[in-house]
């Protein structure tokens, strides 16, 4: 059974912490542990990009209190499922992975084949945060479908 879901990207400023904004709401009331983190650390303790934040707000997501923080080797024990955002966040997870580790790696939208791509793109250089916010919102009611 999964407990535990760590959304992960590039920074955790953009796509991985609208995940875990977008899917604890999803998730209210639900007895899961939910965090996010980022494969680079480069924005480590910083809040979120304003335009994520804003787009949220605008959907009645509060981002407000998450802060950016580096994936790190406990991470693959304590989440059952890590939830990565793209290709490159995918290999960068397998390289870190402590060998043995139960975590089970996949990728968000891996759980919307629907949308015919399979890459969160990077809203941080291509400014496309309302689509960018559609897809995790699709792929993240169905995740959590696949765990009922
Ligand atoms: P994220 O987006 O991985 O969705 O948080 C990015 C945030 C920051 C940078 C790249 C991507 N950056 O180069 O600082």
């Known amino acids: ?9 590039l920074g955790n400023i953009c ?3 609208t995940a875990e904004a977008v899917f604890r709401g999803l998730a209210n009331g639900r007895d899961l542990e939910i965090d996010s983190a980022g494969t680079s ?16 707000a605008r959907r009645g997501i509060d981002m407000s209190s998450i802060r950016s923080r580096k994936v790190e080797g406990e991470d693959f024990s304590r989440f059952d499922l890590i939830v990565a955002m793209d290709e490159q966040n995918l290999r960068d997870l397998r390289a870190v992975q402590p060998p043995g580790s139960a ?9 919307a084949p629907g ?11 291509e400014d496309n945060f309302p689509e960018v916010l559609d897809m995790i919102e699709t792929a993240c009611a169905r995740l959590l479908g696949s765990l009922a």
Not at 1 to 9: A, E, G, K, P, Q
Not at 103 to 111: C, E, I, R
């Open 1 to 9: 059974m999964t407990r535990s879901i760590l959304f992960v990207c």
């Open 115 to 125: 949308l015919g791509i399979s890459n969160v793109p990077d809203p941080y250089y």
């Open 103 to 111: 975590a089970k790696l996949v990728k968000l939208l891996d759980y």
């Open 41 to 56: 650390g480069w924005h480590d303790g910083h809040p979120s990009d304003p335009r994520a934040s804003a787009e949220a």
């Open 15 to 17: 796509r991985s912490p």
